[in-house]
């Protein structure tokens, strides 16, 4: 089946600080993936939206310069988190989408980010 | 404001009884529809996709559609304790913020296994 991996799984991280989470599809080729963010008790939120080779598109009200999106190739993208405060922390998982095959969008195991 | 809508729960079902999961969404234009299962501290998991009215079976869990109510259900049957878990009901909107294809997804519904 589809595997799609993060890392880190953990990070704790002073507030100011810049955190990068990757998110890579395994065993396929994502021509789509999308970051969503969790907050305790939560259900998952969209944040955005990234194809490759093109401009992630953010949801609304998410700052596109907080949140940096990279998805430089098919099976990579990465999710910045600049100057993270506190209220930044929060489980943040991608998934991935092989438009190829189907439209079922694979989860990675998540990113659990705490600021301090 | 796009909607999905799930009942906290818990809900609290005995071992080898049917739990019954409802759902339901506020855009008609909604196309795709699906639950997960996320246990405390993971991602979500797949369960079941449905994007037909009607029923549809896979294995002990069957989702069922009604989109002149908008509503999407999930049975499992003969139920175990390790169904527990909070289940998700995800909706797939054509227009969703700039998001082609992002799922939106219901609070979730916390399921209660009791031996």
């Known amino acids: 089946g589809a595997v799609v991996s993060q890392h880190p799984s953990r990070v704790i991280c002073k507030s100011g600080t810049s955190v990068k989470i990757e998110c890579r599809s395994l065993?396929?080729?994502?021509?789509?993936m999308f970051w969503y963010r969790q907050f305790p008790k939560q259900s998952l939120m969209l944040m955005a939206t990234?194809?490759?080779?093109?401009?992630?598109?953010?949801e609304q009200g998410v700052e596109k310069d907080k949140f940096l999106i990279n998805h430089a190739s098919l099976t990579l993208s990465t999710l910045t988190v600049t100057s993270a405060h506190p209220e930044d922390s929060s489980f943040y998982i991608c998934?991935?989408?092989?438009?190829?095959?189907?439209?079922?969008?694979?989860f990675g195991p998540g990113t659990r980010l705490t600021v301090l | 404001q796009k909607e999905v809508e799930q009942n906290s729960g818990p809900l609290s079902v005995p071992e080898g009884a049917i739990a019954s999961l409802n759902c339901t969404y506020s855009?008609?234009?909604?196309?795709?529809f699906f639950w997960y299962r996320q246990y405390s501290g993971k991602s979500p998991e797949l369960i079941m996709s449905?994007?037909?009215?009607g029923d549809k079976e896979d294995g002990r869990f069957t989702a069922q559609l009604n989109k002149a109510s908008q509503y999407v259900s999930l049975l499992i049957r003969d139920s175990q304790p390790s169904d527990s878990a909070t289940y998700l009901c995800?909706?797939?909107?054509?227009?969703?913020?700039?998001?082609?294809?992002?799922?939106?997804f219901g609070k979730g519904t916390h399921l209660i296994i009791q031996p």
């Open positions: 998934s991935a989408i092989d438009r190829g095959t189907s439209n079922e969008q694979f």
């Open positions: 065993d396929f080729q994502a021509t789509t």
């Open positions: 990234s194809n490759e080779g093109s401009k992630a598109t953010y």
């Open positions: 995800a909706v797939n909107l054509v227009y969703s913020g700039g998001g082609a294809d992002g799922l939106t």
């Open positions: 449905i994007y037909s009215n």
């Open positions: 855009d008609r234009v909604s196309q795709s």
